[in-house]
């Protein structure tokens, strides 16, 4: 099924953010796919959702090498052939392992992180990633390493923005000063743990990653449903983690109305 839609885009239901200090505006909300595409949704539903998302706002969309083993890039990938490319941020991410048999086929080594690139951008059917995520940190690759490679990513229109997911502040600092050693542009999101059950960014995180210039692209921002289990309304949940105002949140959404009523979080102030 193709894409034969999309209506004007209501930009006033979804707020916009510059994110970090770059020049990469994204949406203040954006359509997950773990756990859904995939799994507990098939294609024609994961479409109406994504059709529903973009149509009230949302530009960024968040997937992963491994999610529904690849199945999700895949998707998203026939879904945007539909549609103008410009009218979707993309954001991938790799680490883990994607051939158990293969110990080169995981982590952040530049063997398997070009490799996984060019994998990813087939699933994707595009020429270039929006924002890639180092999906966790890997202390058995240099972070020169890495960082080297992703500067080659940047440097050959592959990749525009990147990022690291599940960093501890140490690490985020140390790639930032990698990266501005080696004349490689420094990462300009972090992807982190955040909700009103599990404030740890706060006290340091936040505050470091903006003073290296970093916005924030959060997960988990219903902590997994067990805030709504205990009788926060996702709304409510959103709209909280949106108070900081460098940060994105990352939301799921099993069918269009749970994709409306999430975007309203998003709303404008009236």
């Given at each position: 099924m193709r894409l034969a839609w999309l209506r004007r885009v209501h930009f006033d239901a979804v707020q916009t953010m510059r994110l970090g200090r770059s020049g990469l505006v994204i949406s203040r909300l954006a359509l997950g796919t773990w756990r859904t595409w995939g799994n507990t949704l098939d294609y024609e539903a994961a479409e109406r959702c994504l059709r529903t998302a973009l149509e009230h706002g949302v530009n960024l969309v968040d997937v992963a090498d491994v999610y529904a083993g690849g199945q999700a890039e895949s998707w998203l990938g026939w879904m945007m052939e539909s549609l103008r490319r410009s009218d979707v941020v993309v954001s991938t991410k790799f680490f883990w392992p994607t051939d158990a048999d293969d110990p080169n086929a995981r982590g952040l080594s530049s063997k398997h992180l070009t490799e996984q690139l060019e994998t990813s951008l087939r699933r994707l059917r595009t020429d270039y990633v929006d924002l890639l995520f180092c999906h966790r940190v890997?202390?058995?690759?240099?972070?020169?390493?890495?960082?080297?490679?992703?500067?080659?990513?940047?440097?050959a229109g592959k990749v525009l923005y990147w990022g690291v997911s599940s960093a501890d502040v140490a690490r985020i600092v140390e790639l930032s000063r990698t990266a501005e050693a080696l004349g490689v542009p420094r990462p300009i999101a972090s992807q982190p743990r955040y909700n009103l059950l599990d404030r740890g960014i706060e006290d340091e995180l936040l505050p470091t990653c903006r003073s290296l210039g970093m916005g924030q692209v959060v997960f988990s921002p219903l902590g997994q449903g067990r805030i709504v289990r205990e009788g926060t309304p996702a709304v409510d949940a959103l709209r909280w983690c949106l108070k900081q105002p460098d940060v994105c949140a990352i939301f799921g959404a099993s069918s269009p109305e749970q994709v409306l009523a999430n975007c309203a979080a998003g709303a404008p102030e009236p």
């Open positions: 890997d202390p058995r690759v240099p972070a020169e390493e890495t960082v080297r490679t992703i500067g080659r990513m940047i440097d």
